[in-house]
T-cell receptor, first 113, second 109 residues
Framework: EADIYQTPRYLVIGTGKKITLECSQT?????MYWYQQDPGMELHLIHY???????EKGDLSSESTVSRIRTEHFPLTLESARPSHTSQYLC????????????FGPGTRLTVL | RKEVEQDPGPFNVPEGATVAFNCTYS??????FFWYRQDCRKEPKLLMS???SGNEDGRFTAQLNRASQYISLLIRDSKLSDSATYLC??????????FGKGTMLLVSP
């Protein structure tokens, strides 16, 4: 079973607020990912990291930013939340190399009013 | 053509039935494939990995046809607890994955 954690699980916040979604994993995985998923829709990759100090943008353009200062921690920040940011945000990690399987955290369901 | 295509369903089957889902992918260079299960409003969970022609785990069998670029998932003896959305996933390379929209399965008593 994967050991990957996300907080908060649910967040309701007003427009214009700055928010940080936390993601941590205890498996020592080098690779970490952030996905966005709307109800009934597919997952879209918004950010990923190959290791400490590495961050890349994913397939879906996002106004969020990420950082990777420690292997186990990959937070996502929105400087000014808008209603269009309302979605589920899923964090994942993988061992990489010959094992690309990704393991997901429980997600953060974000609602921006 | 979408990178990964799946029939969204829903597939409605009775308990005990055998059901199969297909998935097609566009990148012929893809080397590894996965099936994930996602329950409503939950995170995806890895069900099976497919690195060669196929894989079997209990009631679940995945098969890969590289020539036709499709992957299938067969579920035998369906249980009520199998009701979920099944995501077909393709490795794009460099450990990034492309997820299909999923196929919904509803197993009824």
């Amino acid at each position: 079973e994967a050991d990957i954690y996300q907080t908060p699980r649910y967040l309701v916040i007003g427009t214009g607020k700055k928010i940080t979604l936390e993601c941590s994993q205890t498996m020592g995985h080098d690779k970490m990912y952030w996905y966005q998923q709307d109800p009934g829709m597919e997952l879209h990759l918004i950010h990923y990291s190959y290791g400490v100090n590495s961050t890349e943008k994913g397939d879906l353009s996002s106004e969020s930013t990420v950082s990777r200062i420690r292997t186990e921690h990959f937070p996502l920040t929105l400087e000014s939340a808008r209603p269009s940011h309302t979605s589920q945000y899923l964090c994942a990690s993988s061992e990489g190399g010959g094992r690309p399987e990704q393991f997901f955290g429980p997600g953060t369901r974000l609602t921006v009013l | 053509r979408k990178e990964v295509e799946q029939d969204p369903g829903p597939f409605n089957v009775p308990e005990g039935a055998t059901v199969a889902f297909n998935c097609t992918y566009s990148n012929s260079a893809s080397q590894s494939f996965f099936w994930y299960r996602q329950d409503c409003r939950k995170e995806p969970k890895l069900l099976m990995s497919v690195y060669s022609s196929g894989n079997e785990d209990g009631r679940f069998t995945a098969q890969l046809n590289r020539a036709s670029q499709y992957i299938s998932l067969l579920i035998r003896d369906s249980k009520l607890s199998d009701s979920a959305t099944y995501l077909c996933v393709v490795n794009k390379g460099y450990s990034t994955l492309t997820f299909g929209k999923g196929t919904m399965l509803l197993v009824s008593p």
